[in-house]
């Protein structure tokens, strides 16, 4: 067999989509399927198992976004019940992505504030303070400056990927059958 170049390789691997062998996508939904009792915390019966919903979120961040989720449960457990614990703990987490999204937003323009004010402020300060207070003062502006630019490029934008996997997963069809 003769060796692939780097390139060929690389689109092989670009174009392999593992998830579709591992959960197959079945009248358009890819199937989760979920079997026993582990739903549920072992230390409170009304949360879900922490194990089971980094499962689902794994799931739903590393699928495509256009294929949505069914969900499907074993026989021996309740639908509604586990359905609706599940739920409403991804609601509970999106609305807290939500609010850290805002609170990202608040921090950038707080940031970028600061820093536009320091800055201007080192660049006056040059010609009368000592040299050291005005580069410390620069510094500390273009600190701010980054600090914003890390926010808005980097976690700002990692949140909105979690935030989607959850949405992704609160649209998700829960249904329940045999699957032993």
Same mark, same amino acid.
């Given at each position: 067999m003769a060796r692939l170049g780097i390139r060929e390789t690389i689109k092989r691997i670009m174009a392999h989509r593992p998830m579709d062998t591992i959960l197959p996508v079945v009248d358009g939904r890819m199937e989760v399927k979920i079997t026993g009792k582990e739903l549920l915390s072992e230390i409170n019966s009304c949360l879900p198992s922490q194990d089971i919903m980094e499962y689902l979120l794994s799931v739903s961040t590393y699928t495509d976004p256009q294929v949505r989720m069914r969900i499907v449960l074993d026989d021996e457990v309740d639908l509604e019940e586990t359905r609706k614990i599940y739920s409403s703990y991804a609601f509970l987490m999106a609305r807290k992505? *939500?609010?850290?999204?805002? $609170?990202?937003? #608040?921090?950038?323009?707080?940031?970028?504030?600061?820093?536009? @004010?320091?800055?201007?402020?080192?660049?006056?300060?040059?010609?009368?303070?000592?040299?050291?207070?005005?580069?410390?003062?620069?510094?500390?502006?273009?600190? *701010?400056?980054?600090?914003? $630019?890390?926010? #808005?490029?980097?976690?700002?934008?990692?949140?909105?990927?979690? @935030?989607?996997?959850?949405i992704k997963l609160l649209d998700a069809e829960w249904i329940q059958r045999d699957i032993s």
């Open positions: 992505n *939500s609010k850290e999204l805002r $609170a990202y937003t #608040f921090k950038i323009i707080s940031f970028i504030l600061f820093g536009a @004010l320091v800055l201007t402020l080192s660049y006056f300060m040059e010609n009368t303070m000592k040299r050291v207070i005005a580069d410390s003062v620069n510094i500390i502006g273009g600190f *701010s400056i980054w600090e914003a $630019a890390d926010l #808005f490029f980097f976690a700002r934008q990692d949140k909105k990927k979690e @935030l989607i996997s959850i």
